[in-house]
């Protein structure tokens, strides 16, 4: 028993050990705790007598910390709204050059799908290549059967695009959160009629860049500071012009070619609004890339099966002798006539910037009229005429009434 009473009472004096150990640690905690207080009490209490050196060199430090604790506080406050703005403006030049023009709030929506990832082209060796097209060949080519979005038939309920072969649901379009009410709205009222409606595939002039195409057009905005997703009004339109003809032939506009660039203005804001969409300006300026780093041939690749077979219908309704010939002034009038969906007050404004014929005989675009009589007399064939009308057709495209394109002389 004596044996056991002591082994008993080794671990009864080990356990009141860590017990004690244990309460003096906690103890040190309280006590320096304590102390902080008190010492800060003795401040206060203190505050009528006179500190040493010492005392006040610590209490300058500790109001110098205080202070410069307190100004990146201020500071950080300050910035806040200018990191916020930085972070939106890249997250657009990430969409910018994704090809994904949606708003932030759009995509943060927990009910809705998520939206297809866009895959820019990339140029064939064969892109700059004639391609033959059959003028009297139709391709006729049928809608999908399925809705693109979520693969499902629902017959009456699917609306076509005009473009390509894809179909949609609104209901699937609306939780993609790419088209808003009023273009549901819009696309329910035109996709079954001959107007017709593109999908955001179509609609986006800017898919069809490549990857250094893009580059180079983010390069030319970030030097002018265009801001993406951003409305442009006349001043800054004038100002991005200049800065292109500054950088591409080292001098500034006349004051014609800026009239001229008041004239797209107005093209691009029909509706009067004082300020041109984000979405049309880029589709413009698209465009404009386009013309300058493809040829014709290279364009008329970028034609779908339905565009062609419109293209062929245009064509062989001027050619009335059926020798697979047009003149020249029809070709234009067939290139004017790809915007016939536009609004009147749109067309009005169309005819303003470009320039189709003379306003009166004495005035001076009619000098030199006998020369534009032979010109407009010129026989045009099919492979021509396509070639000439790709990029025409190219910006008939979207479904706003804008014009993203001047028409041909």
Not at 43 to 53: A, D, L, Q, S, W
Request: hydrophobic residues 30%.
């Amino acid at each position: 028993m004596g044996v056991l009473m002591s082994k008993k009472q080794q671990v009864e004096k080990v356990q009141k050990c860590t017990a004690v150990v244990s309460a003096f640690q906690a103890g040190l905690k309280d006590r320096a705790a304590t102390m902080k207080q008190t010492e800060g009490q003795a401040e206060e209490g203190e505050g009528h007598k006179k500190p040493n050196p010492d005392e006040r060199n610590a209490e300058d430090s500790v109001q110098e910390e205080n202070d410069n604790s307190a100004s990146p506080s201020t500071s950080q406050q300050a910035s806040a709204p200018m990191r916020d703005e930085c972070k939106v403006n890249q997250e657009a030049w990430s969409r910018l050059r994704d090809g994904k023009g949606v708003e932030p709030e759009d995509l943060e929506k927990t009910h809705q799908l998520t939206p297809p990832a866009f895959v820019r082209p990339k140029r064939e060796p064969d892109d700059d290549q004639p391609i033959e097209v059959d003028l009297y060949k139709k391709e006729e080519p049928r809608s999908d059967e399925m809705c693109d979005v979520c693969e499902v038939w629902t017959a009456d309920d699917l609306y076509p695009c005009r473009i390509c072969t894809r179909v949609f649901h609104d209901g699937c379009l609306r939780e993609l959160g790419y088209l808003r009410a009023e273009a549901l709205q819009e696309m329910r009222d035109t996709a079954h009629t001959v107007t017709g409606w593109s999908c955001y595939y179509c609609d986006n002039l800017n898919l069809l860049l490549t990857e250094e195409e893009m580059y180079s057009l983010m390069e030319t905005f970030e030097q002018c500071k265009i801001i993406p997703e951003s409305c442009l009004v006349s001043d800054v339109l004038l100002q991005y012009r200049h800065f292109v003809s500054k950088q591409q032939f080292d001098k500034d506009l006349t004051d014609e070619q800026e009239e001229e660039v008041l004239a797209q203005f107005a093209a691009l804001d029909p509706e009067k609004k004082g300020h041109i969409e984000w979405s049309d300006f880029l589709y413009f300026e698209s465009l404009a890339v386009l013309r300058k780093f493809r040829t014709e041939n290279s364009l008329v690749r970028l034609l779908t099966a339905k565009e062609r077979d419109t293209a062929r219908s245009v064509f062989q309704g001027l050619d009335l002798d059926k020798d697979g010939v047009i003149t020249r002034a029809e070709c234009r009038q067939a290139q004017q006539s790809w915007f016939d969906k536009l609004k009147k007050d749109s067309q009005s404004c169309n005819v303003s910037i470009s320039h189709v014929g003379p306003i009166c005989e004495s005035s001076p675009a009619s000098s030199g009229s006998e020369r534009s009589k032979n010109d407009d007399s010129r026989p045009v064939t099919w492979a021509f005429f396509l070639r000439e009308s790709a990029i025409y057709i190219l910006a008939a495209r979207p479904n706003s009434s804008a014009m993203h394109i001047r028409l041909p002389l």
